[in-house]
């Protein structure tokens, strides 16, 4: 492979990586070729007009900037984009606060349509929020491809494909005037929630305790999971409540007054809303198992 095509690059200080199969097969669907996490030295800058793989890289740290077909980007933590071939990329990393990153470069027929699906068709630079989930996934990667195997390609390329479905719902667009705090916000009421959903579900007093306004939390919420805050606590509820009814013995009265409910009625159309189907139907399907 010439100069500025190479898989990996030389002015790293510290790197973990893995290399499968180069050359997968024009027949390949979506092959995972290499990976790692890389931080890097000083003076790194990558320029490369060729590289023959799609690539997903993602900022664990530090700062730098990405020039995708000539349009620059700012890089910081949790930052993440895709290049492929074709697209001319030059990185390049911040002397004072050099980038910890991951890379996993990829091949494939179905490679360009898998990162169009998502937003992050090659070329382009987005933003995450819960950039632990995201790690984990690359760590996961990482992982599976330094251990070999004879079934170490497949599994790495169904781990690629989780978290390409990990990074579309975690990724928001890349606004580089945008204030930085909304995201840790977010973060900071959803563990909230996560604390205190079995006490209340009054929106209004949850934004109170976090010293936010009720429009801007909802407002956060349709943005970063999708969904208003009222129906991601009802999941979390009807979670609990799938739980507790495959616990031997136990009536849907006694599931609805454990998680908070009065109504059973009540109860029963919550459950139906979240999982398709009433609880004495769940109920029956897990006392067939």
Not at 20 to 39: D, T
Not at 47 to 70: M, Q
Not at 153 to 175: F, G, R
Request: some cysteine; proline content about 5%; overall charge positive.
């Amino acid at each position: 492979m010439k100069r500025g095509s190479e898989i990996f690059w030389h002015q790293v200080s510290l790197a973990k990586r893995f290399c499968l199969n180069p050359s997968p097969g024009a027949g390949a669907k979506f092959a995972v070729v290499s990976g790692g996490r890389e931080k890097c030295a000083q003076g790194y800058m990558v320029d490369r007009k060729d590289f023959p793989f799609y690539c997903i890289e993602f900022v664990a740290s530090g700062e730098g900037t990405v020039e995708l077909e000539g349009r620059k980007y700012v890089l910081t933590s949790g930052a993440v984009f895709s290049y492929g071939p074709g697209i001319h990329h030059v990185i390049s990393s911040s002397s004072s606060s050099p980038m910890v990153k991951y890379f996993i470069d990829f091949a494939g027929r179905n490679a360009r349509r898998m990162l169009s699906r998502i937003s992050l068709a090659p070329g382009t630079v987005r933003r995450t929020f819960d950039s632990e989930q995201v790690i984990r996934r690359f760590e996961d990667l990482i992982e599976r491809g330094e251990h070999g195997g004879r079934n170490t390609q497949p599994v790495c390329d169904a781990l690629l494909e989780c978290l390409i479905l990990v990074l579309d719902e975690k990724m928001m667009p890349y606004k580089p005037s945008e204030k930085r705090n909304a995201a840790p916000t977010f973060m900071r009421i959803k563990q909230h929630i996560s604390a205190n959903y079995a006490r209340t579900d009054d929106i209004r007093k949850i934004a109170s305790e976090c010293g936010v306004d009720v429009t801007y939390l909802c407002r956060l919420f349709k943005r970063f999971e999708r969904v208003s805050p009222y129906q991601y606590i009802l999941r979390l509820r009807m979670n609990d409540a799938a739980k507790i009814l495959q616990e031997p013995g136990v009536i849907i009265k006694d599931a609805a007054d454990r998680c908070g409910y009065q109504d059973q009625y009540q109860f029963s159309r919550s459950f139906k809303k979240v999982f398709g189907i009433p609880p004495v139907e769940y109920r029956k399907l897990v006392s067939r198992r």
